[in-house]
């Protein structure tokens, strides 16, 4: 018999544990116009900053995603979001541009981990027709804290503490209280106390990568972060620099994106749970296409900027929920769910969280931050075309497919 008590009670932690990780990860982008002139630092070096804490997360998920199919998932998530937090803070302390790579490497490295073994957990404790909805709310947090909290609670912050150093230390706290009560709460399921689940060991890699959907959730992924990472980074710098609005107008606009994300990940997750994961992603890619080819077309227009940017991010970020959610954690036994997932965040991380960034970065550089828009539609258009490949895998789906088959006659 399934417990609703635990299942709400993890649910809500790793939700909170992972909307820190959104919190850490992207606070860095608000931040970085009040950081450029004290770091020396440009355009390219924050797509570069962006991009290595991408391309540590992405290698850290496929390795730690594995390891937590086999040594549970609380020993990988309560280091990790201890580490991940007292890195936040020692981001405060950077002196130049090394010393912020190097921090960000390592917290890339923590909070990859944390990712495939949140999402396995959240899979644990959620009965079937709960899965896309709990992992979608689960997931929801990443955009709420670090994209709609985040630019807000850094703009604030700046007016009242000494400077862009002490709102780093400032955030880095929850993360510690969440990981106490992780601790506390959270429970190995059965199939990874058992020592039958040693068993996979040998092949999990082979009946990861054979999974059709698998390979297609890693591509769509891929797409998917390069519009969402692309935004994320460049966004602050192309409200202020190239449609010249006030640093508070920026943290406004920027915060739809956390916003919309909040909503859309849960909201096509969940909505996925219904009409199935495949009509989902392809719905979602390409209504992404239509509002960011329309917020491309508007000038500095700050509500009208919020409105476009808040339907854009709600498509987007709904992607990352059901392509590592859902579809993800049905494509494969349920002793690999963490490599499986590990392993799509993680290619999805190395390439549209990586290379995108700093592509992004050498093209604000060299032709205007305004052409890096064009590379997050690019990714987005991509999306569509693997998308229609998905095999439906959705439970309430697949259990109409099979009522409505006929039933052969006895002979």
């Not at 950077?94 to 490497?105: E, K, Q, W």
């Amino acid at each position: 018999m399934r417990d609703s008590s635990y299942e709400w009670k993890a649910v809500t932690l790793l939700s909170l544990g992972f909307g820190l990780v959104g919190l850490d990860r992207w606070i860095i982008a608000p931040l970085f116009p009040f950081m450029m002139k004290d770091l020396h630092v440009g355009y390219q070096d924050l797509g570069n900053l962006i991009a290595v804490l991408g391309l540590c997360w992405g290698i850290s998920a496929i390795i730690t995603g594995a390891a937590s199919d086999r040594i549970g998932r609380r020993k990988i998530l309560i280091p990790a979001i201890i580490l991940f937090s007292l890195l936040s803070g020692l981001s405060g302390l950077a002196t130049g541009l090394l010393s912020l790579l190097l921090i960000r490497c390592v917290m890339g490295v923590t909070e990859g981990s944390f990712c495939p073994a949140s999402v396995a957990a959240t899979h644990d404790a959620s009965p079937p027709n709960r899965r896309g909805l709990n992992q979608g709310l689960q997931l929801s947090t990443f955009a709420l804290f670090g994209l709609g909290f985040g630019p807000i609670i850094a703009t604030q912050l700046l007016l009242v503490v000494p400077s862009w150093r002490w709102v780093f230390v400032l955030v880095a706290i929850p993360g510690l209280v969440i990981a106490l009560l992780l601790h506390l709460v959270i429970r190995e399921p059965e199939h990874v106390t058992q020592p039958r689940a040693a068993a996979a060991e040998e092949h999990n890699w082979g009946m990861v990568i054979r999974s059709r959907n698998v390979v297609l959730a890693m591509l769509a992924l891929l797409c998917a972060m390069t519009g969402v990472f692309v935004l994320g980074a460049m966004m602050p710098n192309y409200l202020l620099d190239y449609l010249h609005l006030m640093p508070q107008q920026m943290g406004f606009v920027m915060s739809a994106i956390g916003f919309g994300g909040f909503f859309g990940q849960f909201g096509v997750a969940g909505a996925s749970d219904v009409v199935g994961r495949r009509t989902a992603a392809i719905l979602s890619f390409v209504a992404a296409c239509a509002f960011l080819t329309a917020f491309m077309a508007t000038g500095a227009q700050p509500v009208r900027l919020f409105a476009l940017l808040f339907l854009l991010a709600f498509c987007c970020f709904g992607l990352l929920a059901l392509l590592t959610g859902p579809v993800a954690t049905e494509a494969v036994p349920l002793q690999l769910i963490s490599s499986s997932v590990g392993i799509v965040s993680g290619t999805g991380e190395i390439f549209g969280g990586g290379v995108a960034p700093s592509l992004a970065g050498y093209i604000a550089a060299h032709f205007g931050i305004q052409y890096t828009l064009r590379l997050a539609f690019a990714g987005l258009a991509a999306g569509i075309l693997v998308s229609l490949f998905l095999k439906e895998t959705a439970p309430r789906k697949l259990s109409a497919k099979i009522e409505s088959k006929p039933v052969e006659a006895m002979p």
